[in-house]
């Protein structure tokens, strides 16, 4: 009997763009968005049109609704299946910066990549198992990359969009945030409490949109129960290809695996940890592996968000974006040096305590 794989939607106006930069935001708005809310997110497309200045537009559909319980705000990003091969070249062309650079030089050449996989269904240590495993076959699943129609637009490889979520016409993302909470609109004299940052939250939802995304979430929601062969898993994100653990990195392959085992972004295949990525909601700590690690205060792509927090963006946040092929506009402070204040879809959800903030 044939299964189809459940693929998780990639997580996430009036135009912005800044006079001395190139990046524009189209926010199309719902009927029913209130004002303070259109606002907000021309505030969050400002903060990252400030940060990369790719001369692109990005056409985005924001709109309010109910989401599921605790859920603050979701992303439905378009995606597109690129062979490793264009994707990596167009990555190379790109590359601007340092950390571009050496994230380039730890990229796999030739065409294809390998990978720790486990709970596939072609697994050597039994269908399904939960054990890790080196797949560097050449097949599907290593061959290709599927990227936001955003992030492939920023390097230069064609994307037209689809039709997501909300959007009625093509789109690069839908952005939707819930009817259930509070929201603070103005975080520039903090966040009121009991109310949530909506200017950081829809800047979290926007850069899921950007490519802060992993296909370990794909793997992790079809491993229960059925299970798939490896080459069926074509969703590696360009940020995957940064994402190691200790045995990946013993192995000199990327992690790709749906499981506990801390997982990190690594510029240098794996020599060196940085900040750690979630690990899956079902085979991991419980929160989508397209974030952060909860509870560590790392930057604007943690994975949920607690009243009264005001949400910032990070060097960290930066960096990610910059080596899957997002221009800096300007100088951004090394991560080390950086005082850190202080998302079926991908999104935010609602932590019922602050984290302390060192």
């Known amino acids: 009997m044939q299964r189809t794989l459940v693929a998780a939607a990639a997580a996430g106006l009036l135009a912005f763009t800044g006079a001395s930069h190139a990046l524009t935001f189209n926010f199309t708005f719902v009927a029913g968005t209130n004002a303070q809310a259109q606002q907000a997110f021309i505030d969050a497309g400002a903060r990252w049109a400030n940060l990369f200045s790719d001369p692109i537009t990005l ?9 599921g319980s ?39 050449a030739g065409s294809s990549f390998g990978m720790l996989i486990n709970r596939t269904s ?4 039994g269908a399904g198992s939960a054990t890790a495993y080196i797949d560097n076959n050449g097949s599907a699943n290593n061959a290709s990359i599927r990227i936001t129609s955003a992030n492939a637009k920023a390097i230069g490889l064609a994307s037209a969009g689809s039709v997501v979520g909300v959007c009625t016409i093509a789109c690069d993302a839908s952005i939707v945030f819930a009817n259930a909470f509070t929201w603070d609109y103005n975080p520039n ?11 950081g939250i829809a800047a979290h939802e926007i850069g899921h949109a950007l490519g802060f995304i992993s296909g370990v979430d794909i793997l992790d929601i079809n491993s229960t129960g059925s299970f798939f062969a490896s080459d069926a898993f074509t969703y590696v994100s360009s940020l995957d290809l940064f994402r190691y653990s200790a045995a990946s990195t013993a192995a000199g392959v990327i992690d790709w695996t749906a499981n506990t085992t801390p997982k990190y972004f690594s510029l240098n295949k794996g020599v060196t940890a940085l900040p750690q990525f979630s690990t899956g909601r079902t085979w991991g700590d419980g929160q989508q592996a397209s974030h952060w690690k909860d509870n560590l205060a790392i930057g604007i792509m943690d994975p949920t968000a607690a009243p009264g927090e005001l949400l910032a963006t990070t060097p960290y946040d930066v960096q990610a974006l910059d080596v899957i092929g997002w221009s800096l506009a300007t100088a951004v402070p090394e991560p080390s040096t950086y005082a850190l204040f202080g998302l079926g879809l991908l999104g935010i959800t609602l932590r019922r305590r602050q984290v302390q903030r060192g």
Do not use: E, H, K
């Open 70 to 108: 605790g859920i603050l705000a979701s992303t439905g990003s378009a995606r597109s299946l690129y062979s490793y091969s264009a994707f990596s070249t167009a990555l190379g062309l790109d590359g601007t910066s340092a950390d571009d650079a050496q994230a380039l030089s730890s990229l796999t």
């Open 189 to 199: 004299d903090g966040i009121t409490s009991g109310a949530f940052d909506f200017v």
């Open 59 to 67: 056409n985005m559909t924001v709109g309010q609704q109910a989401l």
């Open 122 to 125: 072609d697994n050597p240590n």
